[in-house]
Protein backbone atom coordinates (compact mmCIF):
# COMPACT_ATOMS: atom_id res chain seq x y z
CA UNK A 1 0.00 0.00 0.00
CA UNK A 2 2.92 2.40 0.86
CA UNK A 3 3.79 1.84 -2.55
CA UNK A 4 0.66 3.78 -4.09
CA UNK A 5 1.66 6.93 -3.20
CA UNK A 6 5.15 6.63 -4.17
CA UNK A 7 3.68 5.54 -7.66
CA UNK A 8 1.50 8.22 -7.77
CA UNK A 9 4.52 10.80 -7.22
CA UNK A 10 6.15 8.96 -9.79
CA UNK A 11 3.78 9.53 -11.83
CA UNK A 12 2.99 12.88 -11.08
CA UNK A 13 6.62 13.54 -12.06
CA UNK A 14 6.58 11.87 -15.32
CA UNK A 15 3.81 13.77 -16.74
CA UNK A 16 5.02 16.96 -15.55
CA UNK A 17 8.06 16.18 -17.35
CA UNK A 18 6.51 14.75 -20.53
CA UNK A 19 4.23 18.17 -20.48
CA UNK A 20 7.55 20.43 -20.24
CA UNK A 21 9.21 18.47 -23.47
CA UNK A 22 5.65 19.21 -25.01
CA UNK A 23 5.68 22.56 -24.30
CA UNK A 24 2.41 22.34 -22.94
CA UNK A 25 0.85 22.76 -19.14
CA UNK A 26 0.36 20.68 -16.46
CA UNK A 27 -3.07 21.42 -15.71
CA UNK A 28 -3.88 20.35 -19.55
CA UNK A 29 -3.22 17.04 -18.44
CA UNK A 30 -5.56 15.02 -15.84
CA UNK A 31 -4.55 12.00 -13.99
CA UNK A 32 -6.94 8.46 -14.00
CA UNK A 33 -6.55 6.46 -11.36
CA UNK A 34 -7.16 3.14 -12.79
CA UNK A 35 -8.77 1.42 -9.88
CA UNK A 36 -10.44 -1.78 -11.46
CA UNK A 37 -10.53 -5.12 -9.85
CA UNK A 38 -8.50 -3.16 -6.52
CA UNK A 39 -9.74 -3.33 -3.10
CA UNK A 40 -11.01 -0.08 -2.07
CA UNK A 41 -8.33 0.55 0.34
CA UNK A 42 -6.18 0.74 -2.44
CA UNK A 43 -8.30 3.01 -3.49
CA UNK A 44 -8.56 4.97 -0.39
CA UNK A 45 -4.57 4.92 -0.66
CA UNK A 46 -4.91 7.14 -3.65
CA UNK A 47 -7.20 9.30 -2.27
CA UNK A 48 -5.30 9.85 0.14
CA UNK A 49 -2.28 10.62 -1.85
CA UNK A 50 -4.48 12.90 -3.65
CA UNK A 51 -6.37 11.32 -6.21
CA UNK A 52 -9.70 12.63 -7.01
CA UNK A 53 -10.13 11.13 -10.39
CA UNK A 54 -10.62 6.97 -10.82
CA UNK A 55 -11.08 5.02 -13.88
CA UNK A 56 -13.42 1.50 -13.54
CA UNK A 57 -14.71 -0.36 -16.62
CA UNK A 58 -17.09 -2.02 -15.42
CA UNK A 59 -20.63 -1.05 -13.79
CA UNK A 60 -21.53 -3.22 -10.70
CA UNK A 61 -18.02 -2.78 -9.01
CA UNK A 62 -18.26 1.32 -10.04
CA UNK A 63 -21.30 1.08 -8.12
CA UNK A 64 -20.40 -0.42 -5.15
CA UNK A 65 -17.15 1.68 -4.84
CA UNK A 66 -19.30 4.92 -5.28
CA UNK A 67 -21.26 4.24 -2.32
CA UNK A 68 -17.46 3.29 -0.29
CA UNK A 69 -15.61 6.50 -1.47
CA UNK A 70 -15.72 10.03 0.08
CA UNK A 71 -18.08 12.60 -1.84
CA UNK A 72 -16.03 14.37 -3.88
CA UNK A 73 -14.01 11.37 -5.69
CA UNK A 74 -14.70 11.43 -9.59
CA UNK A 75 -15.35 8.21 -11.37
CA UNK A 76 -14.83 7.53 -14.95
CA UNK A 77 -16.49 5.21 -17.02
CA UNK A 78 -13.88 3.68 -19.10
CA UNK A 79 -15.18 0.37 -20.40
CA UNK A 80 -17.10 -1.00 -22.85
CA UNK A 81 -21.12 -0.52 -21.28
CA UNK A 82 -24.11 -1.54 -22.33
CA UNK A 83 -27.03 -0.19 -22.81
CA UNK A 84 -29.08 -1.39 -20.39
CA UNK A 85 -26.92 -0.40 -17.80
CA UNK A 86 -26.51 3.01 -18.35
CA UNK A 87 -29.20 4.01 -16.14
CA UNK A 88 -27.71 2.66 -13.16
CA UNK A 89 -24.25 4.93 -13.47
CA UNK A 90 -25.53 7.93 -15.44
CA UNK A 91 -25.84 10.43 -12.45
CA UNK A 92 -22.69 8.62 -10.74
CA UNK A 93 -19.95 9.46 -13.13
CA UNK A 94 -18.50 12.27 -14.23
CA UNK A 95 -17.56 11.05 -18.02
CA UNK A 96 -18.37 8.05 -19.67
CA UNK A 97 -14.98 7.38 -22.15
CA UNK A 98 -16.41 4.58 -24.43
CA UNK A 99 -19.28 5.51 -26.36
CA UNK A 100 -19.05 3.37 -29.43
CA UNK A 101 -22.49 3.18 -31.20
CA UNK A 102 -25.52 5.36 -31.56
CA UNK A 103 -27.51 3.09 -29.73
CA UNK A 104 -25.94 3.56 -26.42
CA UNK A 105 -25.43 7.43 -26.88
CA UNK A 106 -29.21 7.14 -27.69
CA UNK A 107 -30.02 5.25 -24.07
CA UNK A 108 -27.55 7.82 -22.62
CA UNK A 109 -29.63 10.93 -23.86
CA UNK A 110 -32.95 9.24 -23.06
CA UNK A 111 -31.56 8.47 -19.47
CA UNK A 112 -30.17 11.59 -19.29
CA UNK A 113 -33.45 13.44 -20.23
CA UNK A 114 -35.30 11.69 -17.57
CA UNK A 115 -33.25 12.75 -14.42
CA UNK A 116 -32.90 15.73 -15.69
CA UNK A 117 -28.78 15.74 -16.67
CA UNK A 118 -26.59 16.58 -19.80
CA UNK A 119 -23.73 13.81 -19.63
CA UNK A 120 -20.36 14.31 -20.85
CA UNK A 121 -18.97 11.74 -23.27
CA UNK A 122 -16.01 10.78 -25.31
CA UNK A 123 -16.43 8.75 -28.72
CA UNK A 124 -13.67 5.43 -28.27
CA UNK A 125 -12.11 5.30 -31.80
CA UNK A 126 -10.32 2.23 -32.58
CA UNK A 127 -7.40 3.97 -33.91
CA UNK A 128 -4.86 1.13 -34.67
CA UNK A 129 -8.05 -1.32 -36.63
CA UNK A 130 -7.41 -4.02 -34.01
CA UNK A 131 -10.07 -7.06 -34.36
CA UNK A 132 -9.95 -7.13 -30.62
CA UNK A 133 -11.17 -3.97 -29.63
CA UNK A 134 -14.15 -2.00 -29.19
CA UNK A 135 -14.78 1.43 -30.83
CA UNK A 136 -15.68 3.20 -34.16
CA UNK A 137 -13.20 3.09 -37.01
CA UNK A 138 -11.28 6.68 -37.93
CA UNK A 139 -13.08 7.26 -40.93
CA UNK A 140 -16.56 6.87 -39.48
CA UNK A 141 -16.14 9.03 -36.10
CA UNK A 142 -17.10 12.45 -37.87
CA UNK A 143 -20.74 11.39 -39.37
CA UNK A 144 -20.99 10.05 -35.85
CA UNK A 145 -20.77 12.90 -34.04
CA UNK A 146 -23.07 14.27 -35.97
CA UNK A 147 -25.31 12.18 -34.99
CA UNK A 148 -24.91 12.68 -31.62
CA UNK A 149 -24.89 16.36 -31.61
CA UNK A 150 -28.21 16.02 -32.66
CA UNK A 151 -29.34 14.17 -29.33
CA UNK A 152 -30.20 15.83 -26.25
CA UNK A 153 -28.64 15.16 -22.72
CA UNK A 154 -25.59 14.29 -23.92
CA UNK A 155 -22.48 16.38 -24.79
CA UNK A 156 -19.18 14.67 -26.40
CA UNK A 157 -16.36 16.44 -25.19
CA UNK A 158 -13.63 14.40 -27.41
CA UNK A 159 -12.21 11.53 -28.34
CA UNK A 160 -11.03 8.28 -26.48
CA UNK A 161 -8.64 5.21 -27.85
CA UNK A 162 -6.56 2.53 -26.70
CA UNK A 163 -3.61 1.89 -28.02
CA UNK A 164 -1.89 -1.46 -28.91
CA UNK A 165 -0.11 -3.56 -26.17
CA UNK A 166 3.67 -3.18 -26.54
CA UNK A 167 6.94 -3.06 -25.03
CA UNK A 168 8.45 0.02 -26.89
CA UNK A 169 5.69 2.54 -26.42
CA UNK A 170 7.07 5.05 -29.17
CA UNK A 171 5.31 2.59 -31.37
CA UNK A 172 2.23 3.96 -30.20
CA UNK A 173 2.63 7.28 -30.90
CA UNK A 174 1.55 7.61 -34.41
CA UNK A 175 -2.10 6.16 -33.22
CA UNK A 176 -2.02 9.14 -30.12
CA UNK A 177 -0.78 10.89 -33.31
CA UNK A 178 -3.61 10.37 -35.36
CA UNK A 179 -6.50 10.33 -33.00
CA UNK A 180 -5.54 14.02 -32.31
CA UNK A 181 -5.46 14.70 -35.68
CA UNK A 182 -9.48 13.14 -36.09
CA UNK A 183 -10.42 15.67 -33.33
CA UNK A 184 -8.66 18.88 -35.03
CA UNK A 185 -10.67 17.77 -38.51
CA UNK A 186 -13.87 17.55 -36.46
CA UNK A 187 -13.55 20.42 -34.93
CA UNK A 188 -13.03 22.39 -37.89
CA UNK A 189 -16.72 20.88 -38.90
CA UNK A 190 -17.95 23.58 -36.07
CA UNK A 191 -20.40 21.45 -35.02
CA UNK A 192 -23.56 22.56 -32.50
CA UNK A 193 -23.22 21.37 -29.35
CA UNK A 194 -20.06 19.45 -30.02
CA UNK A 195 -16.64 20.11 -28.37
CA UNK A 196 -13.52 17.65 -29.22
CA UNK A 197 -10.81 18.85 -26.62
CA UNK A 198 -10.32 16.62 -25.01
CA UNK A 199 -8.63 13.33 -25.56
CA UNK A 200 -8.33 10.24 -23.60
CA UNK A 201 -5.47 8.42 -24.35
CA UNK A 202 -2.03 6.77 -22.69
CA UNK A 203 -1.94 3.96 -20.12
CA UNK A 204 0.72 2.89 -18.02
CA UNK A 205 2.73 1.60 -20.66
CA UNK A 206 2.51 4.49 -23.25
CA UNK A 207 1.16 7.28 -21.33
CA UNK A 208 4.45 9.70 -21.50
CA UNK A 209 3.75 9.39 -25.21
CA UNK A 210 0.39 10.20 -25.15
CA UNK A 211 0.78 13.44 -23.15
CA UNK A 212 3.48 14.33 -25.67
CA UNK A 213 1.09 13.69 -28.21
CA UNK A 214 -1.73 15.88 -26.77
CA UNK A 215 -3.75 13.63 -24.02
CA UNK A 216 -5.74 15.32 -21.61
CA UNK A 217 -6.34 12.46 -19.37
CA UNK A 218 -4.01 9.71 -18.91
CA UNK A 219 -5.81 6.55 -17.49
CA UNK A 220 -2.91 4.94 -15.29
CA UNK A 221 -3.71 1.34 -13.29
CA UNK A 222 -0.72 -0.71 -13.15
CA UNK A 223 1.38 2.37 -12.96
CA UNK A 224 -0.17 2.90 -10.06
CA UNK A 225 -1.52 -0.06 -7.99
CA UNK A 226 0.58 -2.72 -9.69
CA UNK A 227 -0.39 -6.15 -11.12
CA UNK A 228 -4.59 -6.55 -10.97
CA UNK A 229 -4.98 -10.00 -9.37
C1 LIG B 1 -7.28 -1.25 -17.56
C2 LIG B 1 -7.41 -0.05 -18.38
C3 LIG B 1 -6.46 0.99 -18.30
C4 LIG B 1 -5.24 0.92 -17.41
O1 LIG B 1 -4.31 0.02 -17.88
P1 LIG B 1 -2.84 -0.07 -17.27
O2 LIG B 1 -2.03 -0.64 -18.35
O3 LIG B 1 -2.95 -0.94 -16.07
O4 LIG B 1 -2.43 1.30 -16.91
C5 LIG B 1 -6.66 2.11 -19.07
N1 LIG B 1 -7.75 2.24 -19.90
C6 LIG B 1 -8.67 1.27 -19.99
C7 LIG B 1 -9.82 1.47 -20.91
C8 LIG B 1 -8.54 0.11 -19.26
O5 LIG B 1 -9.47 -0.85 -19.36
Not at 89 to 112: G, P, Y
Not at 142 to 152: M, R, T, Y
Request: net charge negative.
Amino acid sequence: MERIKENILQVKSNIIKSCKKANREDSEVQLIAVSKYQPIEALMEAYEAGCRDFGENKVQELLVKYEQMPEDTRFHMIGHLQRNKVKSIIDKVVMIHSVDTLALAEEISKEALKKNLIVDVLIEVNVAMEDSKFGLSPDKVKDFVKEIAKLPGISVKGLMTIAPFTMNEEENRIYFHKLHQLAVDIKHENIDNVMVDLLSMGMTGDYCIAIEEGASFVRVGTGIFGERS
